[in-house]
């Protein structure tokens, strides 16, 4: 659980400026690797922008739409020059050519598999749906590549305590098969503002050191 200490580390990060730095649509225009970095991954739709934006709490930060795939690059966005935060574009289904989808996908594989700085990636997955095929894809890959993530529930708002509870349980077990899973899962709302304080501590816990 976390300490008031902790929880007080995650607001002082968050309480920082947050800036858009750039997005790009190819690795090599990424911005210079000098800041610890972390990567919010998911399905379309999963609530990635929205998240971002309820974190650092600037509503327009990262562009938000209720159409899958509008994230067509990775956003980079500098948090007081201590944490890189990148914003990936949505995999699985999109309102998007398929070329295109494809395309995206294979950015964000190689991104996870080679950013040098890359602390975790938070896997968004949807608490009223829970695990699909194609996270378990991105999952696999990152057990692969050794690459350090951590599951967050988001959505949590609308589904009931006793649902919710349930799709914990059924998701810890299952991650405890993952070797480069963290064993804890949180668990976010971007509407109620449920879990922000929580998040916002692991974060401060990736970020560089005052």
Avoid at 125 to 148: C, Q, T, W, Y
Wanted: with cysteine; aromatic share 6%; glycine share 8%.
């Amino acid at each position: 659980m976390d300490t008031p200490d902790v929880i007080a580390a995650g607001a002082h990060l968050f309480s920082r400026q947050c800036e858009f730095i750039r997005g790009v649509l190819k690795l090599d225009q990424m911005p210079d690797a000098n800041f610890p970095e972390v990567a919010f991954a998911g399905r379309s739709n999963v609530g990635k922008s929205s998240l971002i934006n309820a974190l650092t709490g600037h509503g327009g930060l990262a562009r938000v739409s209720n159409t899958p795939g509008r994230t067509q690059e990775i956003n980079f966005f500098q948090l007081g020059n201590r944490l890189m935060l990148a914003d990936l574009p949505g995999y699985g289904f999109a309102q998007a050519p398929k070329d295109k989808v494809e395309a995206w996908t294979d950015v964000i594989k190689k991104y996870l598999k080679g950013r040098p700085t890359l602390r975790r990636a938070m896997v968004l997955v949807d608490a009223r749906h829970g695990f699909k095929p194609v996270d378990r894809e991105i999952m696999k890959l990152m057990d692969d590549s050794a690459v350090n993530y951590q599951i967050v529930l988001t959505k949590v708002d609308k589904v009931k305590p006793e649902a919710l509870a349930s799709l914990q349980a059924k998701m810890g077990s299952e991650m405890a098969e993952h070797v480069a899973a963290h064993p804890e899962i949180l668990v976010t709302s971007s509407v109620s503002q449920d879990g922000l304080a929580e998040m916002r501590a692991a974060l401060s816990e990736l970020a560089r050191p005052e």
